[in-house]
């Protein structure tokens, strides 16, 4: 994907690039439209880079295993049940996301951000 890009991508479109085999979603400003099917919701979407992206979608128990948010706004977004093995948030801004049940095992949250709070190396979100 091209960085310098602003462009506007919904969920099902990233998952259908993905398994098409890219994994750059760098930069992207991707959400749900109003209705669609939360594409995201138990997706495969291991290894994919969302470093710097704007993110509002619900990603409930999807595989995120190694996956990039580095610098990430996923506020707002549901994590519930995934696999977030060693994926990497830090420095992303978390605010209002969930995670209920996410599994953490070798996860980065190093300074992301929840309600100006900034999470110390080795520290989860909860809750």
Not at 12 to 21: F, H, S
Not at 31 to 39: M, S, V
Not at 84 to 109: M, R
Request: overall charge negative.
């Amino acid at each position: 994907m091209d960085q310098d890009t602003d462009r506007v991508m919904t969920t099902a479109e990233i998952v259908e690039l993905y398994q098409r085999g890219n994994r750059d979603f760098r930069g992207l400003d991707i959400q749900d439209t109003e209705g669609q099917i939360r594409a995201f919701r138990g997706a495969v979407l291991n290894g994919a880079d969302f470093g710097g992206a704007w993110i509002e979608a619900d990603f409930t128990n999807a595989a995120l295993r190694g996956a990039v948010f580095r610098n990430a706004n996923v506020k707002c977004c549901t994590f519930d049940g995934a696999d977030l093995s060693n994926a990497d948030f830090s420095n992303s801004a978390i605010d209002a996301a969930t995670f209920e049940g996410a599994k953490f095992d070798g996860s980065n949250f190093e300074s992301a951000g929840a309600y100006v709070n900034l999470l110390a190396e080795g520290e989860y979100p909860f809750g």
